[in-house]
């Protein structure tokens, strides 16, 4: 009867600790991302970006997506390899997260237990084989000089008066009297649509005015075609936004683009002067 009590004993102990285990390895351990940055090289401009949430892989399976700041629970133990891409609004829209697939993930194998929290900031940089066809952060006199609209006046110029970044910024001001803007880049791209090409543009902006970027270019010697894709609307402060525009090269298949912006005054009052402030455009792609 003893030996019998002693080993239900020690099966209900088994058991407790069983149990025990199993609710320890349901307790998470936690990562935190507090901020992120981007480091960029020459030819590369500059370091502004919009990084909003953190995509996460652990090991070769993907744990989901978070904001950057966020605590993040992860139920793995010991030392797991983790991969974490950034993302991004695309089309300055909130209804598009996705990886930004310009920058480079950050790798590291990270030693995890149970309620322990890894705190770490992250700076990514673009990918090795990121190739910049324009970059234009208006320190030296810009490339966005062919103007296609009536208005001598209504061109882009440097400015120290508002800037993002660096010591220039482009300005574009519009009036009743001169209310249209419309200028393409003197830089022509051939090489947009290569198959499978995934073309990306990014800038910095503030603006009175809702204002539109797509491209000129033609095919087979035709004239040529002026086709605005993405739509920016105004803001009172420095706005970073990103445009996926491979749908749109693939779906023109030109021969060559330009980069083209173009907006109106819309003011009610006759007397405003609306201003358009841009910095840090670039136009990118991965090269094979």
Same mark, same amino acid.
């Given at each position: ?12 102990? *088994? ?15 936690? +990562? ?9 090289? *020459? ?12 995509? =996460? ?32 609004? +695309? ?7 996705? =990886?930004?697939? +310009? ?18 900031? =992250? ?48 300005? =574009? ?5 001169? &209310? ?14 290569? &198959? ?42 420095? #706005? ?30 006759? #007397? ?17």
């Amino acid at each position: 009867m003893k030996n019998k009590a002693t080993v239900f004993f020690l099966l209900i102990v *088994l058991m407790g600790s069983m149990a025990c285990d199993k609710e320890a390895g349901d307790i998470p351990a936690y +990562m935190q991302v507090p901020a992120v940055s981007l480091s960029t090289e *020459l030819g590369q401009g500059s370091t502004s970006h919009r990084i909003t949430d953190l995509w =996460i892989n652990l090991g070769d399976e993907f744990h989901g997506a978070y904001a950057v700041g966020s605590d993040i629970p992860v139920l793995e133990n010991g030392r797991t390899p983790v991969s974490i891409f950034p993302g991004v609004k +695309m089309n300055g829209s909130i209804g598009f997260p996705t =990886i930004y697939n +310009m920058y480079a993930p950050y790798r590291d194998t990270i030693d995890f237990s149970p309620m322990d929290k890894k705190i770490f900031d =992250i700076e990514f940089k673009y990918k090795e084989n990121a190739f910049f066809a324009l970059q234009e952060d208006f320190e030296q006199p810009h490339r966005l000089n062919v103007d296609l609209d009536e208005f001598d006046t209504t061109r882009i110029v440097r400015t120290r008066d508002d800037v993002k970044w660096g010591a220039f910024a482009g300005e =574009i001001t519009l009036t009743k009297e001169f &209310p249209r803007f419309k200028v393409a880049s003197d830089l022509i791209f051939n090489e947009l649509n290569v &198959p499978n090409r995934r073309v990306f543009l990014e800038l910095d902006y503030k603006s009175d005015e809702t204002f539109f970027i797509g491209f000129r270019g033609n095919r087979n010697g035709l004239s040529p075609d002026n086709l605005l894709d993405a739509v920016i609307t105004p803001k009172d402060d420095w #706005n970073k936004i990103y445009f996926d525009f491979s749908n749109f090269v693939n779906g023109t298949n030109w021969d060559y683009y330009q980069l083209l912006i173009e907006g109106s005054w819309t003011q009610e009052d006759t #007397n405003a002067v609306s201003k358009i402030y841009l910095d840090n455009i670039k136009l990118t792609y991965l090269l094979p």
